[in-house]
């Protein structure tokens, strides 16, 4: 069979953008650094979505809306913020046929319009705490694009809440951390994850603190998942958001935000990728079982239909490919390419036997069932899936991870994997050197 | 009561802007034009969105997603398209901290970029017809702004599709005007509608036939609901869609697009809303049953849990108030401000003799049931009042639409409600005069 993607080994970025392509999960749009989503793609990402939303729903947040459109004195307020975002924005100056007085800022995020707006619906404490979370796009302009990674727009959910006390938001910010995030990318994605903070030089702009969800990539290397951040006080001051306590004095609010994006379709990609395609986890998964007529035959056609149905009839995400006329092998390597995590394949001779076969991508293994107990073995083999990919990333990234007690020595680790080094042995002055040799501290 | 908002008969628009502040809907934004979508109004777009959404899949339609930014030479290259648009276009001239050699235009509507891909995606009869929608922000100028209705930004799902035959194209244009827009706005929204095509002059740019879904709101007014277009091959030339047909020719695809905004949010507000304030149809409320503690009592508290629970069990959409420090009428105003469809009273007076009360927002009326009837009395009465609303939109409706035979008739009928005449008898002509008097043909 010819090879349809660049072994990992040879070329992993490589790899990556040829398993984008021929999985047909995106594409690159014509203005630099922008991405299109197709419906592969697009489906994983509203699977993300809706498990995202029901996790944030559970810990008490409210959807709503804020505009792209933000005025360019907003930014400047806090000068943290502006200061971090200066380099990346997009800016419109020009707009129903007139050129603007005031410049535009198309939003890199939003807490600069929403703390503009907390202050107007914070009044008392009776106000608070306010949790608040929007699904939006947002532009940051990307010199070194890469689809999912690092795109000029992209898809992400933003939190934003105010606070009567810094313990509350604090407790909030670390709410969200596990409850949705680690959950989500744990229980979902299947994905080990290094949960902790950031040094004070990796911290998002105008934070006080930011905690990050760090997982490792099949090239050894780390990608960040995930960040909530505690903002103090910074943005209540430049914003004004105030609160009468209840001994009646006025206080600053207390303000967390947190953001998780479509980057998290890259990190499932390149946490469970392989030589052959996605393996998309289960409970992620748009579809979980791949019905497949593998040819035409007595009965064939018939029982993979009513197979489908009862999949679907079980609470099973389903694909049907009935298109015999195209050949078996090239559809079958498509199924591996999009990392269907359970092909059902329905052939004349199998059937004979009274069997269909499963074969699951997570291990590779074919096995012949028989057809009634098709739908049963199929619910127990998506479930154990589940936990073998998990299984799977976190021996690999175990494998890859050492503790080392020197700066030279982390560099070295970090070559291939992760280095475990005490803070107190590195400090500010050992993640600068490491800084030097392109080596981030990640995680404490 | 003090008065909360401003009487419809009184002054329509200023009633409208009354609502929308005080059921907290929405809120302006700092650039013009722009709004922010507050939670109770975020909620109601969720819903419509989750109805909407459903119809169009089960139309065969997949959702992805194209970028915010356009080439501005993208929009040339249909010549009534950039004519149509250009008045309203946001443009974006700086980025990444540089003058950009080509502006982007921040997308009004997409079209032209989707037409862009499909070529690439299209290249046999087989790849069609190719069906896409995709949900995002878009962006239109605005110099006289309303919140919902004509916003400089607003949120919608656009549907852009490309088929082998025009036929094929004009049946599908009219499946998604019948079976996602037309059955979710008069099933869900409750909303009659008057459904057509538009006239010549009324089309979207770029397309050979418009499709139209108009409704009356509570002044008389008309107000588009949402469009279907047949683009014919307008788009697949100037794009370049074609493919391989059947039989080995070279053809251009046929396409169509159709959107559906957040304007429907406006229109179920000013179809069903009164001097009290919104009223949402059952099967559109997030909130469907409100269940009000009055005041505290013996096993009040307690009666109000319980059949908030048994309530969501059953299926229903349920709110809960219980902030008994808050006078029980200030909240039942706010209640009748958001609209919910039944209030469910909890109270020491009636819970002595066993009962709740059921206070329903279509009729105003207020009945005492017992509380072990009470989850069925809610679900019939939810039943009866999406008909209600139904009905009393009708009856409006039908009295404010005069069958006429000459246009001056027809601007006379039309400071009140609809005027109906024969197209043979109005004709261009006839439609030009009624423009001058700012009346719109709106529907063939
Ligand atoms: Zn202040
Ligand atoms: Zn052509």
Redesign the interface.
């Known amino acids: 069979m010819a090879r349809v993607l660049t072994p990992q080994a040879e070329d992993f970025p490589r790899w990556y953008q040829d398993v984008i392509n021929k999985a047909e999960l995106a594409?690159n749009?014509?203005?630099r650094g922008?991405?299109?989503?197709?419906?592969t793609g697009?489906?994983i990402?509203?699977r993300i979505q809706s498990e995202m939303d029901d996790r944030i729903k559970l810990a008490g947040a409210?959807?709503?809306?804020?505009?792209?459109?933000?005025?360019e004195s907003?930014l400047k307020r806090e000068a943290q913020h502006v200061e971090g975002f200066?380099?990346?924005?997009?800016?419109?100056?020009?707009?129903?046929?007139k050129d603007l007085d005031e410049?535009?800022i198309?939003r890199p995020t939003s807490e600069t319009?929403i703390g503009?707006?907390m202050a107007?619906w914070v009044q008392s404490y009776r106000d608070l705490p306010l949790l608040?979370n929007q699904w939006?796009?947002v532009?940051r302009?990307?010199?070194r694009p890469r689809i999912f990674l690092r795109t000029?727009?992209f898809?992400w959910q933003e939190g934003h809440t105010a606070h009567a006390s810094e313990a509350d938001a604090r407790a909030y910010a670390r709410r969200i951390l596990h409850e949705a995030y680690q959950d989500l990318m744990v229980n979902v994605l299947a994905m080990p994850l290094v949960v902790g903070r950031k040094t004070t030089a990796e911290r998002f702009a105008g934070a006080t603190n930011t905690y990050t969800l760090e997982a490792m990539m099949r090239d050894g290397k780390a990608l960040q998942m995930g960040t909530s951040h505690e903002l103090g006080q910074n943005f209540a001051k430049a914003f004004g958001i105030e609160y009468t306590s209840d001994t009646g004095g006025r206080e600053h609010a207390w303000t967390t935000s947190w953001g998780s994006t479509t980057r998290m379709i890259g990190g499932m990609i390149m946490c469970h990728g392989d030589d052959n395609g996605l393996r998309v986890p289960p409970r992620l998964a748009p579809i979980q079982a791949h019905v497949m007529v593998v040819k035409s035959g007595d009965a064939v056609p018939e029982t993979a239909a009513k197979l489908r149905d009862a999949l679907r009839d079980a609470g099973v995400r389903v694909g049907f490919d009935d298109r015999t006329d195209t050949p078996f092998g090239r559809r079958a390597v498509d199924a591996e390419l999009k990392g269907y995590p359970i092909r059902v394949e329905v052939g004349p001779r199998d059937l004979a036997a009274g069997n269909v076969v499963l074969a699951r991508r997570s291990t590779g293994g074919k096995t012949p069932v028989p057809v009634d107990k098709a739908v049963d073995e199929i619910q127990a083999a998506l479930a154990a899936d589940q936990q073998a990919l998990y299984d799977q990333a976190l021996a690999f990234r175990e494998a890859r991870t050492v503790d080392v007690t020197t700066a030279a020595d982390a560099v070295e680790a970090a070559a291939t994997g992760f280095a475990r080094i005490p803070w107190s042995t590195l400090g500010t002055a050992g993640e600068a050197e490491l800084n030097k040799q392109a080596v981030t501290v990640r995680c404490l």
């Open positions: 594409d749009g014509p203005v922008t991405m299109v989503i197709r419906p697009y489906a990402w509203e409210q959807n709503a809306y804020f505009p792209l459109f933000i005025p907003y200066s380099p990346e924005l997009a800016v419109v100056t020009h707009a129903g046929g410049p535009i198309v319009i503009e707006f107007k608040l939006a796009n532009v302009w990307e010199l000029s727009e898809l």
